[in-house]
């Protein structure tokens, strides 16, 4: 299996940008897939995840600004950016595991997942 990220760069604040995570190797009839990211000198978070079933779930900061799509037929995961803020500005890596759907209590740690890509840098200025 094998994410790579795509996407990132520099915006300025109120900005939009739309990153990409392609999907090889990987039955995408059953998954749950997430977005993380992490700023330099902070934990790495969970930003957002989608599942199988199309559920999604969103961490409460970028809730409303954020969205989290996937296009089956195109093995590609998205993360939508808007209304960027200095604070969002980070290496956001997209992570797969192969389950029926994301649980909500637990979607958000980071063991949970198998696979990882290398990150895209986002930047907002």
């Known amino acids: 299996v094998q994410l790579v990220e795509s996407g990132g760069g520099l915006v300025q604040a109120g900005g939009s940008l739309t990153l990409s995570c392609a999907i090889s190797?990987?039955?995408?009839?059953?998954?749950?897939m997430a977005w993380f990211r992490q700023a330099p000198g902070k934990e790495r978070e969970a930003v957002a995840a989608i599942d199988a079933r199309g559920g999604t779930l969103y961490a409460q900061s970028v809730r409303g600004r954020f969205s989290i799509s996937i296009d089956s037929a195109q093995n590609t995961l998205y993360l939508h950016l808007n209304g960027l803020k200095p604070e969002d500005t980070a290496t956001y890596l997209c992570?797969?595991?192969?389950?029926?759907?994301?649980?909500?209590?637990?979607?958000?740690?980071?063991?949970?997942?198998?696979?990882w890509g290398q990150g895209t840098q986002v930047t907002v200025s």
């Open positions: 992570a797969a595991d192969q389950r029926d759907f994301c649980p909500t209590n637990t979607w958000h740690v980071q063991a949970t997942f198998d696979y």
């Open positions: 190797g990987y039955f995408l009839n059953r998954f749950c």
